[in-house]
């Protein structure tokens, strides 16, 4: 359950050492059992039967799964949400003060290949983690954004009526996806310039 467990005040950090030693039974060398059933529906009811709530048509760790979550029943997880090789902890350890914070990863977000989610992050519906970011404690990280970096920042958006739209700014390169000339026109040639430079 979230809260604090100190180590001197519970034995919650010994019985959770006792569970990764446990853990490691599923495990032949460098290769663990739960790299037969990534990215299935086989992994859905594993992380369920762990405490996790996952939604429907979920895709966890469809390129295995080493760090598998430590505290999947923190964890909650959307519909149609995608989560590749990333660590998703719920915990922080500072000099003996143990805390728990929950997860929520909403419905069709996605959580790319080595990245980070620490404790208390909440992910909107249809927000991207791009690959090798962190997202840091408590983090909100809006709906249909893209996040990319250590810590993650947002890097574009997404608009139904313009599709990507950048929300970085080069200078006199920067332009917004979708945006129009004086004319009307979409200026494509400019979008085009301003995705080489990402």
Known sequence: QMGRYNCDESTYNQRWEFYQVISRIKRVHRISCLDFFSGSIFMDWYTRALGGSVGARCCLYPAGCDPFMPEPDLVVIGDRAVIDTAAIVCHLNTRGNFELVPI???????VRSRCRVQQGVHMEAGSMLLEKSLALT?????????????????ISEYQLDLGLVPSVSFGKDYVRSGSKDDDGEGNL??????????
């Open 104 to 110: 929520k990863v909403d419905a069709q977000s996605t």
């Open 189 to 198: 040639e400019e979008t085009k310039h301003y995705f080489e430079l990402v």
């Open 138 to 154: 408590g983090e909100v990280i809006e709906s249909d954004t893209i996040w990319q970096g250590a810590p993650a920042t947002r």
